[in-house]
């Protein structure tokens, strides 16, 4: 990695203003028994989440539906599978979520889309 990237990259994280723990269901042998069991695989890594409201436009002509999409930003280095429960502390509060896709990594960062966590598939 050059110096720029470096440079970049340090600039960008300083706006990382929150933390998150990541967790994937893992198999474990239980009594002879294989079973997928919640696991940690990062803890308190720094991270950021940005909003973005979109307007989608539905069969009327005089409605719009709102959807908001949400991105979570973080060290590139980090494989965080789809699916994934990603629990966020910062502003103030805790929320959970989930990797909703495949992110998109840069030598900076990588970003995920990711939404609100209803629990495993």
Same mark, same amino acid.
């Given at each position: 990695?050059?110096?720029?990237?470096?440079?970049?990259?340090?600039?960008?994280?300083?706006?990382?203003?929150?933390?998150?723990?990541?967790? /994937?269901? #893992? *198999?474990?042998?239980?009594?002879?028994? =294989?079973?997928?069991?919640? &696991?940690?695989?990062? !803890? $308190?890594?720094?991270?950021?989440?940005?909003?973005?409201?979109?307007?989608?436009?539905?069969?009327?002509?005089?409605?719009?539906?709102?959807?908001?999409?949400?991105?979570?930003?973080?060290?590139?280095?980090? /494989?965080? #599978? *789809?699916?994934?429960?990603?629990?966020? =502390?910062?502003?103030?509060? &805790?929320?959970?979520? !989930? $990797?909703?896709?495949?992110?998109?990594?840069?030598?900076?960062?990588?970003?995920?889309?990711?939404?609100?966590?209803?629990?495993?598939?």
């Amino acid at each position: 990695m050059n110096q720029y990237t470096l440079i970049a990259r340090k600039n960008i994280e300083k706006q990382y203003d929150s933390e998150c723990t990541i967790y /994937e269901l #893992k *198999p474990k042998v239980i009594n002879n028994i =294989t079973k997928d069991v919640e &696991t940690e695989v990062f !803890k $308190n890594k720094k991270c950021r989440i940005s909003f973005e409201d979109i307007y989608v436009n539905t069969q009327t002509d005089t409605e719009a539906k709102k959807v908001q999409k949400i991105k979570l930003f973080i060290a590139p280095e980090l /494989e965080i #599978k *789809p699916g994934s429960l990603i629990i966020v =502390t910062g502003r103030g509060r &805790t929320t959970k979520y !989930k $990797n909703s896709g495949e992110p998109a990594v840069y030598d900076t960062h990588q970003e995920i889309i990711i939404e609100l966590w209803k629990g495993w598939a």
